[in-house]
């Protein structure tokens, strides 16, 4: 008797548009390009997408993690998903067809549907941890979405780096007041700015790391803090003003903002006492690594007695926030090493150099399993410490693939570079 003739079914890969706040995480991470956006939404290409999921766990809020069983003929287009504002439901009669198709439906020995997609395994193109430490808190995540977003109140908004500069870095208290927000140090939180794109659709949010830590940048009280660079040229050098930047290093005391999250459950800190941390930053990529240090601190006299490196980078002093701050801890406290880049007179000086001149410190803290390394900041930085990192393992007898590997499965080091 003859069966059903089949159908080519594709397993499409799709991006909510309700959650993702267009961080680029998605489409820098894509090994094939199959991901690419617009003004308005990131989108996956499914006559490109081999669905390898390398872009899923870096992911912050799980938006990317997202499918749809489709005729593979009626697969949506880019266009259709540019202009999405939520995603489509899963066609019941598609589903009804994929159970129709699967060995044994009718009570006959069939072959499976050709084109019934299985994700393939992750690419090596996720080069951190996937989980998070062990030992971390259970961190809250999308309590707060598109359609239903909290707002907190301007506290504080004060300039962290020089005025002569033009790094104009901010740093910005916003509290919650009676409104639950719970937060870990590693997570962020997106800011819904406020006005229309110049096709009449609201602002997507914005992503900031936290800078405060779990009891809040004022102790007991329900607030965080955020570390904000105003924009004002593009990649390219263009003069241009970054929507929810200008918005947030301009507020004052008293201004509503609007908030959705918090976002992120792998870039977090230990709560092992013993547990020793190795931070790597530039710029505002400092906000988790100030919000952890800060944490360790207020923990100091309660038990807490692993070792803190931070390697810091910045163009010039003047530009590098929080830098009064870091001169006053303890110097038992934390190893801190601030590089320039762009001093007057000085030669270019980056994390990764500064790092191989403490190689044999590092490689002491590489070879503790006690020790989680955490890395912020520009995209560009992240080969330079890969790299740096590698040859002071080798070079002090450790083998660098075996132990990068290692860090990722146990949650031991964490990139998040943009």
Same mark, same amino acid.
């Given at each position: 008797?003859?069966?059903?003739?089949?159908?080519?079914?594709?397993?499409?890969?799709?991006?909510?548009?309700?959650?993702?706040?267009?961080?680029?995480?998605?489409?820098?991470?894509?090994?094939?390009?199959?991901?690419?956006?617009?003004?308005? =939404?990131?989108?996956?290409?499914?006559?490109?997408? =081999?669905?390898?999921?390398?872009?899923?766990?870096?992911?912050?809020?799980?938006?990317?993690?997202?499918?749809?069983?489709?005729?593979?003929?009626?697969?949506? $287009?880019?266009?259709?998903?540019?202009?999405?504002?939520?995603?489509?439901?899963?066609?019941?009669?598609?589903?009804?067809?994929?159970?129709?198709?699967?060995?044994?439906?009718?009570?006959?020995?069939?072959?499976?549907?050709?084109?019934?997609?299985?994700?393939?395994?992750?690419?090596?193109?996720?080069?951190? $941890?996937?989980?998070?430490?062990?030992?971390?808190?259970?961190?809250?995540?999308?309590?707060?979405?598109?359609?239903?977003?909290?707002?907190?109140?301007?506290?504080?908004?004060?300039?962290?780096?020089?005025?002569?500069?033009?790094?104009?870095?901010?740093?910005?208290?916003?509290?919650?007041?009676?409104?639950?927000?719970?937060?870990?140090?590693?997570?962020?939180?997106?800011?819904?700015?406020?006005?229309?794109?110049?096709?009449?659709?609201?602002?997507?949010?914005?992503?900031?790391?936290?800078?405060?830590?779990?009891?809040?940048?004022?102790?007991?009280?329900?607030?965080?803090?955020?570390?904000?660079?105003?924009?004002?040229?593009?990649?390219?050098?263009?003069?241009?003003?970054?929507?929810? $930047? =200008?918005?947030?290093?301009?507020?004052?005391?008293?201004?509503?903002?609007?908030?959705?999250?918090?976002?992120?459950?792998?870039?977090?800190?230990?709560?092992?006492?013993?547990?020793?941390?190795?931070?790597?930053?530039?710029?505002?990529?400092?906000?988790?690594?100030?919000?952890?240090?800060?944490?360790?601190?207020?923990?100091?006299?309660?038990?807490?007695?692993?070792?803190?490196? &931070?390697?810091?980078?910045?163009?010039?002093?003047?530009?590098?926030?929080?830098?009064?701050?870091?001169?006053?801890?303890?110097?038992?406290?934390?190893?801190?090493?601030?590089?320039? $880049?762009?001093?007057?007179?000085?030669?270019?000086?980056?994390?990764?150099?500064?790092?191989?001149?403490?190689?044999?410190?590092?490689?002491?803290? &590489?070879?503790?399993?006690?020790?989680?390394?955490?890395?912020?900041?520009?995209?560009?930085?992240?080969?330079?410490?890969?790299?740096?990192?590698?040859?002071?393992?080798?070079?002090?007898?450790?083998?660098?693939?075996?132990?990068?590997?290692?860090?990722?499965?146990?949650?031991?080091?964490?990139?998040?570079?943009?």
């Amino acid at each position: 008797m003859n069966g059903p003739v089949p159908v080519e079914i594709l397993r499409q890969h799709l991006i909510d548009p309700e959650i993702c706040i267009r961080c680029n995480t998605c489409e820098e991470t894509c090994p094939i390009d199959a991901i690419t956006h617009d003004g308005a =939404n990131y989108v996956v290409n499914a006559d490109v997408c =081999n669905r390898c999921m390398a872009c899923v766990p870096p992911c912050p809020t799980g938006a990317i993690d997202n499918w749809r069983n489709v005729l593979k003929a009626d697969a949506y $287009s880019i266009d259709e998903q540019y202009a999405w504002d939520e995603l489509p439901a899963q066609n019941s009669s598609v589903g009804a067809l994929v159970e129709a198709q699967a060995p044994g439906a009718t009570g006959e020995a069939q072959a499976p549907p050709a084109a019934v997609d299985a994700p393939v395994a992750a690419s090596d193109m996720v080069r951190g $941890s996937t989980v998070p430490p062990w030992s971390a808190a259970r961190p809250y995540v999308h309590l707060y979405t598109h359609k239903a977003p909290t707002t907190a109140i301007v506290v504080g908004n004060y300039r962290l780096t020089d005025d002569a500069t033009e790094s104009d870095i901010h740093h910005i208290v916003l509290d919650f007041g009676a409104m639950p927000f719970p937060v870990l140090e590693g997570q962020s939180i997106g800011i819904l700015p406020p006005g229309l794109t110049a096709d009449g659709r609201a602002h997507h949010a914005r992503q900031y790391s936290i800078a405060s830590p779990r009891d809040g940048e004022r102790p007991g009280y329900n607030n965080v803090s955020l570390t904000v660079k105003r924009i004002t040229c593009d990649h390219g050098g263009n003069a241009t003003e970054g929507v929810c $930047s =200008n918005y947030l290093c301009d507020l004052k005391k008293g201004d509503v903002v609007t908030v959705i999250g918090p976002f992120g459950n792998t870039f977090l800190m230990p709560n092992h006492p013993g547990s020793h941390l190795l931070m790597i930053c530039t710029g505002t990529g400092s906000a988790p690594m100030r919000a952890m240090t800060e944490y360790r601190r207020r923990r100091r006299l309660k038990g807490a007695t692993g070792k803190l490196m &931070l390697f810091f980078g910045a163009r010039t002093q003047q530009e590098l926030p929080y830098f009064g701050s870091l001169m006053n801890l303890p110097k038992d406290f934390i190893d801190i090493n601030l590089v320039f $880049s762009r001093t007057p007179g000085q030669r270019k000086r980056y994390v990764q150099d500064a790092m191989r001149e403490r190689a044999v410190d590092v490689a002491h803290l &590489l070879d503790d399993t006690s020790t989680h390394i955490y890395v912020c900041g520009l995209k560009g930085m992240e080969e330079g410490v890969l790299q740096a990192l590698r040859e002071i393992a080798e070079t002090h007898g450790m083998d660098w693939e075996a132990l990068w590997d290692r860090l990722k499965r146990e949650g031991r080091l964490h990139l998040e570079t943009y």
